[in-house]
């Protein structure tokens, strides 16, 4: 049995974006002590019962950043130069980030939800979705109410972590 179900998910997330995102508001104003302990906590019980396998809504829907270093080490490993690397599959955004011409992400094998240069990936992919490193304080917040809405993975911490303090 799928760990994720994203039919099931995007029609939650639709009625529950709004209340949860208050939530993460309410949270960024008054911190309770111990976040980041319960934080951590919500966290290996989310991965202990989803497998991106199942998902690879992030690959389908967003894009990551890449960095100089990940252009050079992605487009090495394809033999392409970074130029052809930058003109074939990225475009800078208003921000000035490089980022995915085409969704999903042209490195997803849709059909196995695998990356196909998960050695060389860009470390946004590596690191996402950043529950370790980014912690819920007014530097971050933005990016947990962001991804709630794409990820199942926040979307659980999200719902856990209100549980565990009962708001
Ligand atoms: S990181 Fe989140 S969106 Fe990406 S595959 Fe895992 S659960 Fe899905
Ligand atoms: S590079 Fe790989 S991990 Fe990153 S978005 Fe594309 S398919 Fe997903």
């Known amino acids: 049995m799928p760990t994720v179900n994203l ?7 639709k009625k529950e974006k709004t209340p ?3 939530f993460l508001a309410k949270l960024e104003t008054r911190q309770p002590k111990n976040l980041e302990e319960i934080k951590a906590l919500s ?14 809504n992030c690959c389908k829907t967003m ?22 690397f930058r003109e074939k599959w990225l475009y800078k955004d ?8 085409k969704q999903p992400c042209q490195f997803l094998d849709t059909k196995t939800n695998l990356c196909n240069i998960y050695a060389v990936r860009p470390r946004d992919c ?32 999200v719902i856990s972590i209100n549980e565990k303090l009962g708001y």
């Open 43 to 56: 966290d290996k019980e989310v991965w202990a019962s989803l497998d991106c396998l199942d998902c690879a």
């Open 126 to 157: 590596a690191g996402f979705p950043h529950h370790n490193l980014k912690k819920m304080n007014a530097d971050y917040m933005h990016m947990y109410k962001q991804n709630l809405e794409y990820c199942p993975a926040t979307y659980r911490l």
């Open 7 to 13: 039919t099931s998910f995007k029609r939650k997330i």
């Open 63 to 84: 894009s990551p950043t890449y960095t100089g270093e990940d252009i050079r080490r992605i487009s090495k490993q394809l033999g392409m130069s970074q130029r052809e």
């Open 20 to 22: 949860l995102r208050r």
């Open 94 to 101: 208003r921000t000035g980030d490089w980022i995915n011409k």
